[in-house]
């Protein structure tokens, strides 16, 4: 059993920075294949970003303007995002894969979940 846990969420205004936090319980947390998914109100929950070993892959929407990065030290991944624009106010959602291929499809399936943070950005 994984047990995911996200924060820093918040309300921020356009053009403004927020990291989002996902600990996660494990001994070989670094092995995981680890990611972000959001969902907005009255939508599908959305692929954001991935990261697994070295390599990272993100939807074209967040290019550019999210990172995605982890820290096997402290069993933890980060979701760096600048420059928000209000459709990127969602509920963000950390995930461990397990399985995940990052190529163009990507393909993956989710074997745990976070609780989710709010993030929500003002005009």
């Known amino acids: 059993q994984v047990q995911l846990v996200e924060s820093g969420g918040g309300l921020v205004q356009a053009g403004d920075s927020l990291r989002l936090s996902c600990a996660a319980s494990?001994?070989?947390?670094?092995?995981?294949?680890m990611g972000w998914f959001r969902q907005a109100p009255g939508k599908e929950r959305q692929f954001v970003a991935a990261?697994?070993?070295?390599?990272?892959y993100y939807v074209e929407s967040v290019k550019g303007r999210f990172t995605i990065a982890r820290d096997n030290a402290k069993n933890t991944i980060y979701l760096q995002m600048n420059s928000l624009k209000p459709e990127d106010t969602a509920v963000y959602y950390c995930?461990?894969?397990?399985?995940?291929?990052?190529?163009?499809?990507?393909?993956?399936?989710?074997?745990?979940w976070g609780q989710g943070t709010q993030v929500t950005v003002s005009s």
């Open positions: 990261i697994s070993g070295g390599s990272t």
């Open positions: 995930a461990k894969f397990g399985f995940l291929r990052i190529s163009r499809p990507i393909s993956y399936e989710v074997n745990y």
């Open positions: 494990g001994r070989t947390f670094s092995s995981y294949a």
